[in-house]
């Protein structure tokens, strides 16, 4: 079930704080004003500062008069480029550029003239509040064709209904690990599903197959404002420009450790100069997809990751620099154990895609003790690996996504299919399921915090929850963006929640006291992203998200 929910509250809330906070405090490196064609000022642009030649980009938003303003801490001097993000409109001056100097703010007003191509600026979220359709067909859309790459070329393309069953059946075979630059077989050939006929109907009747224009009106979602533009987002270019950063976490030393999607490359950058350095996996599997996907940093601050597309994971030790590999014996190839949870002891826990068990794996004697009585007497054998969402072949079934350990060591994994959280107890082996009270909210990613409480982002239901497993009962609030869908849930030291997004390029922190949303828009269209991380290691949180289809990642800093 997926919910529209827009926070009234929203502009009360925009009110009480938004005149009391300057944008930013202290002299600037580079100021101006943001107005529209019309000569009004505009709030909510996203203005991006990124030296020439340079890797690291700087946006912050204009305020409710159109003013912007880099401190002057963030900018060198030098000559930049700059950019903007402001739905509905460009930059009248596509080239805009700064040059920063030592002591004197250097100044750039900016004129936005209304697109002329709004399509090709909305999110996926923005594509599924304006096509028609019934719950039912945006559903499919969101949940099936928002992964690998936005809905962009989903409707902008010419299909008919009959050309649209043989496209699905081709997107059915592509790794969820590919994007559309990089195209990546997944490892077993799929055919049609059942319900392709009728949803290749529902896709030709909102594409561009009838003539050159859409025949309903874009909808967008409201630019920032208030409260919500107070913010300085950097971006760290990673070395290759195809990179896809699934996850990225920060070590106690503040250098972030992060996992390629696509290639079996674990990477490093360091903030303070934006220095990189990847990787390569030596022990890729011909004929399969070498991505990696979930990636925790033990102890010694070691990254350990899952492989996405087969049997797999391993561990990046960062003295050597040398890769050690493991393979869960005695399984089915195809198992996928893209999630992992490093426990207390030492000890990790896995999950199987394919024969639907938790492990338990000593990296100290090599012992596996496999847990496959979960969920009890659904413990299907296939080869066929299930997708996201817990579907094989169309089929909803019980299906562990995010998984995580408290600090007795329990096991936790979200059941992505059917809408429950998972427990293995760690001393008794004994395997509880706690229904969410959404039902088939879609878990996905979950992180426990320091007391021990596990917060959890719910897809498909498209809400924030928490559960507490000494009391067994859960607390959910709902997102205020349609069709968001939370991927993630981390919460700070601070005491915020933090979550992003797949279809819409939007950072939410959540304040569950205040029961507040702030709403962090991100420089630029399809950031897809997974995997959050706060570093609770400084004076105030910082937190890093991978771009995921962007080859960045970035670090968001709210101005409180
Ligand atoms: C597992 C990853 C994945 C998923 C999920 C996915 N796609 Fe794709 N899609 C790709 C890749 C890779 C490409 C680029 C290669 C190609 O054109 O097939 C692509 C390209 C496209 C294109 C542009 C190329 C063309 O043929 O016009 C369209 C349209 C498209 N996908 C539609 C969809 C629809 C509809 C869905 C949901 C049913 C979907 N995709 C889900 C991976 C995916």
């Known amino acids: 079930m997926l919910r529209f929910r827009v926070m009234r509250a929203l502009p009360l809330l925009v009110l009480a704080c938004g005149a009391a906070l300057a944008q930013t405090s202290g002299p600037a490196a580079l100021t101006g004003m943001v107005t ?3 000569g009004g000022p505009m709030e909510g642009v996203v203005v991006s500062a990124k030296p020439v030649g340079g890797k690291i980009t700087v946006s912050v938003l204009s305020d409710q008069k159109g003013r912007y303003a880099f401190p002057a801490d963030r900018l060198k001097a030098g000559d930049y480029e700059i950019r ?24 750039v007003d900016i004129k936005l003239g209304k697109t002329q191509n709004l399509a ?98 874009l909808k967008t979602l409201p630019r920032p404002h ?57 022990s890729a599997k011909a004929g399969y997809p070498g991505g990696l996907h979930d990636m925790e940093l033990d102890r010694d601050g070691n990254p350990w990751a899952g492989r ?89 079934h019980h299906s562990i996504y995010g998984m995580n350990t408290d600090s007795q060591g329990n096991a936790y994994g979200a059941d992505i299919g059917v809408g429950n959280i998972i427990k293995v107890d760690a001393k008794t082996g004994k395997t509880t399921l706690y229904p969410t009270p959404t039902p088939n909210s879609g878990p996905r990613r979950m992180h426990f915090d320091s007391s021990d409480h596990l917060w959890i982002g719910e897809w498909w239901a498209n809400q924030l929850a928490m559960f507490d497993p000494e009391t067994e009962k859960f607390q959910e609030w709902p997102v205020p963006i349609p069709f968001y869908g939370p991927y993630d849930a981390v919460l700070d030291k601070a005491g915020n929640v ?24 991100m420089p630029a269209l399809g950031v897809n992203v997974r995997r959050i991380d706060v570093d609770d290691n400084g004076k105030s949180p910082v ?18």
């Open 498 to 521: 933090w979550t992003g997004s797949m279809s819409v390029d939007t950072i939410l922190r959540f304040t569950p006291k205040t029961g507040q949303f702030r709403q962090y828009l």
């Open 543 to 560: 937190f890093w998200v991978g771009e995921n289809r962007r080859a960045k990642i970035a670090k968001v800093e709210p101005l409180e």
């Open 308 to 396: 996405h597309e087969y049997n797999g994971f391993l561990k990046f030790d960062k003295q050597t620099e040398k890769f050690v590999d493991y393979v869960i014996p005695n399984v089915s190839p195809y198992t996928r154990p893209t999630f992992l949870a490093l426990r207390p002891d030492g000890k990790v826990w896995l999950k199987d895609n394919t024969d639907f068990k938790i492990f338990r794996f000593d990296p100290n004697n090599g012992e596996y003790v496999g847990y496959d009585e979960y969920p009890p007497n659904l413990n299907l054998k296939s080869e066929e690996p299930a997708t996201v969402g817990g579907t094989r072949s169309g089929q909803v």
């Open 226 to 282: 208030g409260a919500d533009t107070k913010v300085i987002i950097t971006e760290y270019d990673l070395p290759r420009a195809d990179a896809e950063p699934h996850e990225a976490v920060a070590d106690k030393d503040g250098i972030v450790w992060y996992s390629d999607e696509a290639e079996g490359i674990v990477g490093r950058l360091d903030p303070k100069t934006g220095a990189t350095k990847e990787w390569q996996d030596p």
């Open 36 to 38: 529209s064609d019309t």
């Open 120 to 217: 090709a600026q909305l999110t996926s979220a923005e594509w599924l509040l304006s096509i028609p359709g019934t719950q039912a067909q945006k559903e499919k859309l969101y949940r099936d064709c928002v992964l690998c790459h936005t809905l962009t070329p989903v409707l902008g393309s010419t299909y008919s209904a009959e050309e649209w069953q043989t496209t699905l059946v081709r997107m059915y075979n592509w790794s969820e690990g590919g994007s559309l630059q990089k195209p990546l077989l997944a490892p077993l050939r799929s055919g049609p599903r059942a319900g392709d006929e009728e949803f290749a109907k529902y896709l030709s009747s909102i594409n561009l197959s009838a003539g050159p224009t859409h025949n309903f009106e």
């Open 84 to 107: 903007i993000r402001a739905t509905g409109y460009d930059a009248a001056n596509p080239k805009m550029a700064a040059t920063v100097k030592e002591k004197a703010a250097a100044k």
